[in-house]
């Protein structure tokens, strides 16, 4: 039995992201001013105005070690604003669960959140004293996004996959590295090349000797090929069983871990196995990617700059690791457009695919000697530089996208002895294909991907 308490600032909106929590882990769910109101029969600006706020701290005392004690499974407690400044109510909480504090939102989201009459507690004073001690709480949440079936939780220090679920399918390195072992964890491979059928298989029969059945939760802690592996077993396992996403890369986090593909590859090809469905819950959480090696973080770079381009931004480099609000921000153009077109069908999502129709031509056409990452930064410039041709863009615009992917270590150029027309076989075997011709998603301006059908 697990508990997580949700803490921070008024209107940061605790009981929100409680409820969506407990009912994407399908936990129990309980609110502490709910609580406190529903066991003092009066409203708490009432107990305030009334016995003052040292006589309703203790209440809020009282009522945290109630709901706590009595907690027969599983819960998430959203708590007050100032739940936690009392020490004893802190180290009881610290002990008895996970405390995660969410980060104090802009000056204009507590306005708005409580002119829709989020809050009714009342405010307080948000002193730099108040600040400090939400600051002092390590593991943060930064943001969160919810899609239709699936909530994504940004932050940091968020916990142990095991917490969350009986089963945890775990990549071997990322779980090594960061201690995730034990009777609850079933390891699978690290790297591209067992992202197959006999991995898969596995993974079922893991599920089957633990037990697992249709109401069961089980979790993913790794990269993208962990998550597409497990969320495909989850999916075909007694016709579909829920999941948690725990991604460890910086690719799984801002591309491959949202979106609700999962799936595996057949020697005649990457992906050519799959199913949507999303995972219930993801959870991103940077501190896992102090580990990752410099090549894999350029990797999720690139896909991080895909969507600048998507979204006319350009953010540059602030630290190597990326924040959490770097994640979430970034992360919020796949969402945008992810919730526009979940399952692919109305077209909006192609424009995801910006860079992929070169950049997957030259993977297979080195062997993979050519990361994904890598060979996505060379196809968007590839990409760009068609669309110059096709006068969709201006003649700077390449060299423009090629400064700033040169910026974060990724080679722009296409390798000695390849050319555009030389992988215009292999892009026309891109699975995008319609008919005879290849829908590029063009790149032909900041915040200009373009669908355009191209004959090669
Ligand atoms: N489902 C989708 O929508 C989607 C989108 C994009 C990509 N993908 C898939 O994702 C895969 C690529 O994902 P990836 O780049 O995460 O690859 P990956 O899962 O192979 O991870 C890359 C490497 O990093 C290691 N690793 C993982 N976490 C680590 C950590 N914290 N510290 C140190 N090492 C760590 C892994 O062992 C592996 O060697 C591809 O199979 C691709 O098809 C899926
Ligand atoms: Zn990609």
């Known amino acids: 039995m697990a508990i997580i308490y949700l803490y921070g600032p008024p209107a940061s909106g605790k009981t929100t992201l409680g409820r969506r929590l407990a009912e994407a882990l399908s936990w129990d769910f309980t609110d502490l001013d709910a609580e406190i109101v529903a066991h003092e029969g009066r409203e708490i600006k009432d107990i305030f105005a009334k016995d003052g706020e040292k006589a309703f701290r203790l209440m809020e005392g009282e009522a945290l070690a ?58 307080g004073d948000m002193s730099a004293a108040r600040a400090a001690h939400y600051a002092s709480f390590p593991s943060r949440v930064a943001a969160s996004f919810y899609l239709p079936g699936s909530l994504v939780v940004v932050g940091c220090a968020l916990g142990d996959p095991r917490d969350f679920a009986p089963l945890v399918i775990a990549d071997s390195t990322a779980a090594s590295l960061h201690g995730v072992g034990g009777e609850k964890v079933f390891t699978i491979p690290s790297g591209e090349e067992r992202k197959n059928l006999e991995t898969v298989a596995s993974i079922w029969r893991a599920f089957h000797s633990r037990g697992i059945g249709r109401r069961d939760m089980v979790a993913a802690f790794g990269g993208g090929v962990t998550g597409d592996l497990t969320g495909f077993a989850a999916a075909t396992w007694m016709r579909g069983v829920p999941w948690i996403n725990f991604p460890t890369t910086l690719l799984s986090m801002v591309d491959a871990s949202t979106g ?28 896992r990617l102090s580990t990752l ?64 129709t070169v950049g997957h031509a030259l993977e297979i056409a080195t062997g ?17 530089r068609l669309a110059v041709r096709l006068g969709l863009a201006s003649a700077e615009w390449p060299e423009r996208l090629a400064a700033r992917f040169a910026d ?20 026309r075997g891109d699975k995008k294909r319609y008919g005879s011709s290849v829908t590029f998603a063009l790149p032909c301006g900041p915040g200009d991907v373009r669908p355009i059908p191209c004959q090669l």
Do not use: Q, Y
């Open 260 to 287: 609700g593909k999962t799936g595996c590859d057949l020697p005649e090809g990457k992906n050519l196995v799959g199913a949507f469905h999303a995972p219930r819950l993801v959870v991103i959480d940077s501190s």
């Open 368 to 384: 993979f000697a050519v990361s994904h990452g890598e060979a996505v930064a060379i196809g968007c410039v590839e990409e760009a």
């Open 66 to 123: 109630r709901v706590t004690l009595n907690a027969k499974t599983s819960t998430v407690i959203a708590l007050g604003g100032g739940t936690l400044l009392d020490d004893a109510n802190r180290a009881f909480a610290s002990e008895k669960g996970k405390i995660w504090c969410l980060d104090t939102p802009s000056k204009e989201e507590v306005a708005r959140r409580i002119a829709a009459g989020g809050d009714t507690r009342p405010l």
């Open 293 to 356: 090696p410099a090549r894999e973080l350029r990797g999720g770079r690139a896909e991080m700059i895909k969507h600048d381009i998507i979204a006319g931004r350009d953010n540059g480099l602030a630290n190597p690791i990326p924040s959490p609000i770097e994640i979430a921000d970034n992360l919020s153009v796949k969402v945008g457009i992810v919730r526009e077109d979940p399952f692919e069908r109305t077209g909006r999502r192609i424009l995801l695919n910006c860079g992929h």
């Open 408 to 427: 974060a270590g990724l080679p722009t150029a296409l390798p000695e002895g390849f050319t555009f027309d030389s992988l215009a076989p292999l892009m």
